[in-house]
């Protein structure tokens, strides 16, 4: 959405059947005109709320743009999802108008060595290979927490901030420029796999977020196209 000083991206996700003549279910042209009308304006209010310290909270604007957009679209959006940087997001369900779901991202470089003690070194190359290298090698790992957060009677959810800290103190200090199979205690005896890993940080960042916040869902970037999500047992 351009026009507001900055760049937002909204993605409505909507639910329904397909014309079984046309095999359209909403024309696009419908959607951006109902997102221009009954979104934009809000959101440029908000930003021009920002200038004076006024900011609509994120919790409040995302039930009010599910609630705009949704009536001119037939009752059939499920979803809506704003991006307000190339790291950060909020989304709300139709589903559950108490909780939004925030989604921020980070970023640790670490060295593995992918080897499993009960495989032969044979094995354990054909499996691997170039990434079983005794020395190790390293990435550059992407991490997304989604979390989902509880709004208040004011529109307020959690600062953005306040979950920066928790991952970071929790995760990311822990695995940023480290090997990870010598200095993670969970890797000791775990094969720190892009599956493993994501799991890893998964647990912890379990039980240490703020009160009436949970985990909705961790993600794992190894490289640009390997990526492993977790969403609890």
Same mark, same amino acid.
């Given at each position: ?23 359209? /279910? ?36 995302? =039930? =009010? ?24 997001? /909020?989304?709300?369900? =139709? ?6 779901v925030m989604r921020q991202q980070y970023e640790f470089s670490a060295a593995h ?14 499996? /691997? ?19 989902r957060c509880p709004i208040d009677a004011q529109g307020q959810s959690l600062d953005?901030a306040e979950l920066d800290a928790v991952v970071d103190r929790e995760a990311i ?13 969970? /890797? ?42 977790? =969403?609890?047992?």
């Open positions: 959405m351009r026009g507001l000083g900055r760049y937002y991206e909204l993605d409505v996700t909507c639910q329904g059947e397909a014309d079984p003549q046309t095999g359209y /279910f909403l024309n696009i042209k419908t959607i951006d005109q109902a997102v221009r009308e009954h979104v934009l304006p809000m959101l440029i209010e908000r930003v021009n709320d920002e200038a004076g310290a006024a900011a609509t909270p994120m919790g409040g604007l995302m =039930r =009010r743009v599910l609630e705009a957009i949704d009536p001119p679209l037939n009752g059939t959006v499920c979803q809506v999802r704003l991006v307000l940087t190339p790291t950060l997001s /909020f989304g709300i369900e =139709r589903d559950d108008m108490d909780h939004v060595r992918l080897h499993v003690p009960t495989l032969s070194e044979e094995q354990n190359q054909a499996t /691997f290979g170039k990434c079983n290298n005794p020395a190790g090698h390293g990435h550059n790992y992407r991490v997304e927490v989604a979390v953005p200090e822990k695995l940023d420029h480290k090997h990870l199979n010598v200095d993670v205690p969970q /890797f000791a005896t775990l094969n720190p796999s892009v599956e493993n890993i994501v799991k890893v940080v998964w647990q912890m960042l379990a039980g240490k977020l703020p009160g009436g916040v949970t985990l909705d869902e961790v993600k794992v970037w190894e490289t640009g196209k390997t990526v492993c999500a977790y =969403r609890g047992e």
